[in-house]
């Protein structure tokens, strides 16, 4: 994949009839000779450009980090919250309302404790690779910022990866640079590499994907 081949898809995908919504990029990476069963991918990639969509993060911390996290999440949770939190509901409502969550690194075994149940099972738990478990004297504001730009591609039971890549009002070139980056991102993770690739797929929200 080149980016005159994504800049095709794209030139392709605009000459369709335009919907009354700025309608989103999905990119689609289909795969093969994998059993993604016993070799599940789960794959975040950071984006150098916007992905389109707004995203929530919600932070446990204690009075060291409740500062930064009041201005630059969308909700704090303390330490001293953690028992408003028991019932089944409330928590699966907590993890769907929130795209990441963030926890201080000192009270990720509280954290595990009360919300990993229901967290753990939606894959919502704080991800020490993606760098939601912080020190005490963490950036939340560059966190944020980051996990804004991240997607996260998964393949448990089907052999494809779907994630957006950006918004139809963004320029070409920073939804080049965002297939691109993803694609690379993916390969690597891949087994076989691009042996493990079927094709690859580019679509607007309201239109048939289109091969790149």
Same mark, same amino acid.
């Given at each position: 994949?080149?980016?005159?081949?994504?800049?095709?898809?794209?030139?392709?995908?605009?000459?369709?009839?335009?919907?009354?919504?700025?309608?989103?990029?999905?990119?689609?990476?289909?795969?093969?000779?994998?059993?993604?069963?016993?070799?599940?991918?789960?794959?975040?990639?950071?984006?150098?450009? !916007?992905?389109? +969509?707004?995203?929530? *993060?919600?932070?446990?911390?204690? =009075? /060291?980090?409740?500062?930064?996290? #009041?201005?630059?999440?969308?909700?704090?949770?303390?330490?001293?919250?953690?028992?408003?939190?028991?019932?089944?509901?409330?928590?699966?409502?907590?993890?769907?309302?929130?795209?990441?969550?963030?926890?201080?690194?000192?009270?990720?075994?509280?954290?595990?404790?009360?919300?990993?149940?229901?967290?753990?099972?939606?894959?919502?738990? !704080?991800?020490? +690779?993606?760098?939601? *478990?912080?020190?005490?004297?963490? =950036? /939340?504001?560059?966190?944020?910022? #980051?996990?804004?730009?991240?997607?996260?591609?998964?393949?448990?039971?089907?052999?494809?990866?779907?994630?957006?890549?950006?918004?139809?009002?963004?320029?070409?070139?920073?939804?080049?640079?965002?297939?691109?980056?993803?694609?690379?991102?993916?390969?690597?993770?891949?087994?076989?590499?691009?042996?493990?690739?079927?094709?690859?797929?580019?679509?607007?929200?309201?239109?048939?994907?289109?091969?790149?």
């Amino acid at each position: 994949m080149d980016q005159d081949q994504v800049k095709k898809a794209i030139t392709e995908l605009k000459t369709q009839p335009k919907k009354k919504f700025s309608q989103s990029y999905d990119l689609i990476i289909n795969l093969k000779n994998i059993i993604v069963k016993s070799t599940p991918i789960d794959v975040f990639v950071t984006l150098h450009y !916007p992905k389109g +969509k707004i995203v929530k *993060v919600a932070a446990f911390v204690d =009075n /060291l980090l409740t500062e930064q996290s #009041k201005k630059y999440c969308d909700l704090t949770i303390t330490e001293a919250d953690f028992p408003k939190y028991k019932d089944v509901k409330q928590l699966k409502k907590l993890a769907d309302s929130y795209d990441y969550f963030i926890a201080q690194a000192n009270l990720m075994p509280k954290v595990a404790q009360n919300f990993g149940k229901v967290l753990g099972i939606k894959g919502k738990m !704080p991800n020490p +690779k993606l760098g939601c *478990v912080v020190p005490p004297n963490a =950036n /939340l504001e560059a966190l944020k910022t #980051k996990l804004t730009n991240t997607v996260r591609l998964q393949a448990k039971k089907a052999t494809n990866l779907q994630c957006l890549v950006g918004k139809e009002t963004q320029p070409d070139e920073e939804i080049i640079d965002n297939v691109l980056t993803v694609y690379q991102t993916v390969l690597k993770a891949l087994p076989n590499e691009e042996q493990n690739v079927k094709n690859s797929q580019l679509k607007l929200t309201m239109s048939k994907p289109i091969k790149i």
